[in-house]
Structures are given as structure tokens and as C-alpha cells.
T-cell receptor, first 112, second 113 residues
Framework: DQQVKQNSPSLSVQEGRISILNCDYT??????FLWYKKYPAEGPTFLIS?????DKNEDGRFTVFLNKSAKHLSLHIVPSQPGDSAVYFC???????????FGTGTRLKVLA | DTAVSQTPKYLVTQMGNDKSIKCEQN?????MYWYKQDSKKFLKIMFS???????INETVPNRFSPKSPDKAHLNLHINSLELGDSAVYFC????????????FGDGTRLSIL
């Protein structure tokens, strides 16, 4: 029973446009939310995070939005660049166990 | 370079063998993890150690035994390897409790023949 879902396995976006990646979770005990980027044959690399007391965090081209009432997390990349092509994982932390739970990933392809 | 490093990167072996994967971090983190990424690309926690003590132990066969000689190292030993153990295994580290991310190694691709 997946507690963290990324319903879009893949997404294609034109260079320069906005990429929006989505993540839904089920448990209100999650208190810290993260996005990771993964290239083939490498480990996930941390991208951006947000704590449960905030609803938005921005870092350059990357913005994470948290909607606690909807239990929904999203990552906006603007403008998208070909180098952004990778698999993006959302992850959540359980405040009781400190366990991190990952989504199944969304493969983003930015077309030049 | 500061990082999480795991060895070997690739491991090909026969069913029934015993193998180990090593992980070291020099980030000063107090918590280390092992994850398994299966054929569906799902990253799932297996174990977590905080200051050499086991704090998370998911439903993993007891053929898998983690060992943490110190807080900078977390090794994974697997006995009697089975076909279903084929996966990519990732080591990670972080500070427990703080709102800081986990840092991952590049993975060990284990293939069972």
C-alpha cells in the first residue's frame, strides 16, 4: 500500500517552458518533504525540500509547493533545460519514525 | 571529496553465494541507511543505523545483515543469495531529526545468475 504516489511515470516538456511534477501522500504525520533528481547509474541527488510549516520554498529555477489539506506536493522547474532531463523522486519523512518514504519517480524529458 | 561512497559498483554472482557491500560517508552524519531499488524502480528502506545502533529494520529476510563498525560505515552482508535479490542497493546518510536531506551513494547493482 503506497503512502507516496507519483501518478505520472513520465513527462515531456519543451525547453524554456515550465515542468510541473506532482506527488500525493496519505499520512498527515509526514513533516518534511523532499525532491531528488536521479541520473542513470548515479544515486539520487537532493534538489529541494520543504517542512510542513511552510507552503512554498524556492531555490533558483526550482520551487516546491506543499498543500497539506490536499496532501499534495509539487515541484515546478522554470525555465526547463535539457540538463534537467532525469528521474525525479519525491520523498517524505515520518515524524514519528524518521523513516523516509519515496515515490516511484517521474521521468522528465526536456526537449531542445 | 566529501561524499557517500559504496563498493563495489557492480556485483555479479551465483545463487547461494554470500556477498558484502560496503558503504562509507565522510559527511559527519550520524545516521546511515540501506535502500533497495527493485525492477519497478521503487526505492524502499531496508535498514537505518543511528550512531551505530539499529533504528529501522523493515521486513527484510534475515539473510540480510547490516553491520556498522562506526558511525561513518554501514556494510550490508547477504547470505545465500537468491534470484529475487537482484536489484540496485543504495547507501545513504543524514543527520537524524534535522530538516536536512539524505545523501546517497551511486548504488551497487547486484545481479544473481
Amino acid at each position: 500500500d503506497q503512502q507516496v504516489k507519483q501518478n505520472s511515470p513520465s513527462l515531456s516538456v519543451q525547453e524554456g517552458r515550465i515542468s510541473i511534477l506532482n506527488c500525493d501522500y496519505t499520512n498527515s504525520m509526514f513533516d518534511y518533504f523532499l525532491w531528488y533528481k536521479k541520473y542513470p547509474a548515479e544515486g539520487p541527488t537532493f534538489l529541494i525540500s520543504i517542512s510542513s510549516i511552510k507552503d512554498k520554498n524556492e531555490d533558483g529555477r526550482f520551487t516546491v509547493f506543499l498543500n497539506k489539506s490536499a496532501k499534495h506536493l509539487s515541484l515546478h522547474i522554470v525555465p526547463s533545460q535539457p540538463g534537467d532531463s532525469a528521474v525525479y523522486f519525491c520523498a517524505v519523512r515520518d515524524s514519528g519514525t524518521y523513516k523516509y518514504i519515496f515515490g516511484t519517480g517521474t521521468r522528465l524529458k526536456v526537449l531542445a | 571529496d566529501t561524499a557517500v561512497s559504496q563498493t563495489p559498483k557492480y556485483l555479479v554472482t551465483q545463487m547461494g553465494n554470500d556477498k558484502s557491500i560496503k558503504c562509507e560517508q565522510n559527511l559527519g552524519h550520524d545516521t546511515m541507511y540501506w535502500y533497495k531499488q527493485d525492477s519497478k524502480k521503487f526505492l524502499k528502506i531496508m535498514f537505518s543505523y543511528n550512531n551505530k545502533e539499529l533504528i529501522i529494520n523493515e521486513t527484510v529476510p534475515n539473510r540480510f545483515s547490516p553491520k556498522s563498525p562506526d558511525k561513518a560505515h554501514l556494510n550490508l552482508h547477504i547470505n545465500s543469495l537468491e534470484l529475487g535479490d537482484s536489484a540496485v542497493y543504495f547507501c545513504a546518510s543524514s543527520y537524524q531529526g534535522a530538516n536536512q536531506p539524505q545523501h546517497f551513494g551511486d548504488g551497487t547493482r547486484l545481479s544473481i545468475l
